[in-house]
């Protein structure tokens, strides 16, 4: 029987219409497509993905049954470039398409997962994934900033968390696109303005996790090569497990969510208290009884008979003070005799060798007028006037030249 057409005054129920759509995509019958798996989901034994298309931005969801599935002779996965038979299929209590799937094979790996690859290889050749170039997040970063989408899920998550751990944290929020044609961009120069501002100690990249299309954008090389460059700790937090973006391999810290990197980041203020509790505890007990030991052992030593009564160790040097006075005047005495004779000796061989003790015995020093002491006649021709020194002073004379005898004998 032939339904009537629907009118204002006698519309179809939603479940005719429903139907109505329904028996009509199914005279559709099956086609074979080609494209890019980007979500691969097992769920009691049954498959529910999206199908991409290679060229275009045009995505279908897919269901495979688990019959099916059993009798396929290869594994799928997430990223593989694939041809499908598949049969549109409309869900009428729902209201939604989907595609069953009930032929799959493979045509090579997909183009998107092949880049990835390439660029994972190339970044990683060039140590940006090395350990030794991630750093050290601050213990209490002043300011944080955060890179996400505007009134998403993943901000609310990181701003509740950090502030219920630590309600002081200050945020510098920078909000940007997480996907589609917009994202690499706005997420690159977001990384880059925070990391120009000195207040700010370190960076959270998050997004609240998506298919593997969604987390393309955080696995591109530019947003790849501005979190390598950044001087401020970059910490990811895309909230994927299954898939690791490249943005969590050059990273200094990876989360595996944003409420995880809220609690990274920033410490427990309830636990650090904790902490300076138990610590001030140990110290104080620790010094107690550091105290109490120097205190006993100070009362030992006062109980000794050493101590008790200190004059027995004045009696008991007394005497030995005396002898070691008496020997060190004894030692002085000899010493100061000892050194009175030898400046005796040393007076007289000094007068002896004295030229006074030598004029003293009749001799006299004879000198010209230039001052030099006369040696030969020859030195004090006649009217030479000379300078005699005497054993009691000096006398002026005048050279009448040399004496006769005096001449023979030079001759």
Not at 343 to 372: F, K, N
């Amino acid at each position: 029987m032939t339904q009537a057409p629907a009118t204002r005054d006698e519309p179809w129920p939603v479940a005719l219409l429903s139907t109505k759509v329904k028996e009509w995509i199914d005279r559709l019958g099956t086609v074979w497509v080609e494209g890019e798996i980007t979500q691969w989901g097992v769920s009691a034994g049954n498959v529910y993905g999206k199908l991409k298309d290679l060229d275009q931005a045009a995505t279908v969801s897919f269901t495979l049954w688990s019959s099916v599935r059993a009798r396929l002779p290869e594994d799928f996965k997430q990223g593989d470039r694939v041809v499908a038979l598949v049969k549109p299929n409309w869900w009428v209590k729902g209201g939604s398409l989907t595609f069953q799937v009930f032929e799959l094979k493979h045509v090579g790996l997909g183009d998107l997962l092949e880049r990835l690859e390439r660029l994972r290889a190339q970044l990683a050749a060039e140590g940006l994934f090395a350990l030794e170039r991630k750093r050290r997040l601050p213990f209490l970063p002043g300011v944080v900033g955060l890179v996400t989408g505007k009134d998403s899920d993943a901000e609310k998550d990181v701003l509740r968390n950090a502030r219920l751990r630590w309600p002081a944290v200050d945020f510098r929020v920078v909000h940007a696109a997480v996907q589609g044609d917009r994202a690499v961009g706005e997420v690159t120069r977001a990384i880059e303005r925070l990391d120009a501002d000195p207040e700010v100690e370190v960076i959270i990249v998050a997004r609240g996790g998506g298919d593997f299309q969604n987390l393309l954008p955080f696995s591109d090389e530019r947003v790849v090569r501005a979190a390598a460059a950044a001087t401020t700790p970059i910490v990811s937090a895309i909230g994927h497990e299954a898939d690791r973006p490249l943005l969590d391999e050059v990273a200094d810290l990876r989360a595996s969510t944003p409420t995880d990197a809220a609690k990274r980041v920033v410490p427990d203020v309830a636990e650090e208290l904790a902490r300076v509790g138990q610590a001030r505890s140990r110290l104080t007990m620790r010094l107690q009884g550091f105290l109490a030991h120097e205190i006993d052992r100070i009362g030992h030593l006062r109980s000794r008979p050493s101590l008790a009564d200190g004059g027995w160790i004045v009696d008991r040097r007394a005497e030995e003070l005396t002898r070691w006075v008496a020997r060190g005047t004894e030692l002085v005495d000899r010493l100061v005799e000892r050194q009175e004779h030898r400046l005796g000796e040393l007076r007289g061989h000094l007068r002896a060798l004295s030229p006074q003790a030598t004029l003293d015995r009749g001799y006299a020093i004879v000198q010209g007028d230039d001052g030099h002491v006369v040696r030969a006649p020859a030195a004090a021709p006649p009217g030479a006037r000379l300078t005699l020194t005497l054993a009691e002073g000096t006398v002026a004379a005048v050279s009448e030249g040399p004496a006769p005898d005096a001449a023979g004998r030079g001759e």
